[in-house]
């Protein structure tokens, strides 16, 4: 079976996220909420968050983008570490890591709520644009060039950061973009090299 933490974590996600949409009690249980977490320790929170989605296209969109680019993440932790624990390690810690700044910023904030898989999602996009910069995505439809669409990805997501009001969590989708890379590069540093030849030398594709 190729792939099975990928597909399960998006059976997980998928099933959770459809349980909460019926049942409050599972949202209020789970959501990142910064004040359940500072003072009542419930630091299951900085990584229960991100199996809730507010709605059906929130999840689909999450997970549609998880099955296309963790499959192969997935298989590239695989060959590289030769463990199947790298890449759920690797998800988990990327749905904390990217909720850090938000969960820093408002601690006592009892009016802050975070939900989805965002976060994590683009640290597998990045991790993906890592190795393969040139390969064409295509955003609703349209193909762009992989490294094209990182560089817009981050300056909307900077832009929309400081400018707010679209209740979406920008500052969760930098920071999981920046620990997709870092993971990567930590996990074999050769792959700077990679990037850079690929980089210098553009095949679409």
């Known amino acids: 079976m190729q792939s099975p933490v990928t597909l399960v974590l998006i059976?997980?996600?998928a099933l959770v996220s459809w349980l909460a949409f019926n049942d409050r009690r599972i949202v209020d249980r789970t959501i990142l909420w910064p004040p359940?977490?500072?003072q009542r320790r419930e630091y299951w929170r900085l990584v229960s968050y991100g199996f809730l989605h507010?709605?059906?296209?929130?999840?689909l969109f999450n997970m549609?983008?998880?099955f296309f680019f963790g499959r192969l993440i997935e298989q590239v932790m695989l060959q590289v570490t030769g463990s199947l624990l790298t890449y759920p390690l690797f998800y988990l810690a990327a749905l904390a890591v990217s909720i850090l700044p938000s969960y820093l910023k408002n601690q006592k904030n009892p009016n802050y709520f975070s939900l989805g898989a965002s976060g994590a999602?683009?640290?597998?996009?990045f991790a993906f644009i890592l190795i393969s910069p040139w390969s064409l995505i295509f955003v609703f439809f349209i193909p762009a060039p992989a490294i094209l669409y990182a560089v817009f990805y981050v300056g909307y997501s900077i832009w929309m950061d400081r400018k707010g009001g679209d209740r979406i969590n920008h500052s969760a989708h930098l920071a999981g973009a920046a620990f997709g890379v870092m993971f990567?590069?930590?996990m074999e540093p050769r792959l700077a090299q990679v990037f850079v030849q690929?980089?210098?030398n553009p095949r679409f594709g």
């Open 11 to 13: 059976a997980i996600t």
């Open 36 to 38: 359940a977490v500072s």
């Open 54 to 59: 507010a709605d059906f296209p929130h999840l």
């Open 64 to 66: 549609v983008t998880l």
């Open 121 to 125: 999602v683009s640290a597998v996009l």
């Open 184 to 186: 990567m590069l930590a």
């Open 198 to 200: 690929q980089l210098l």
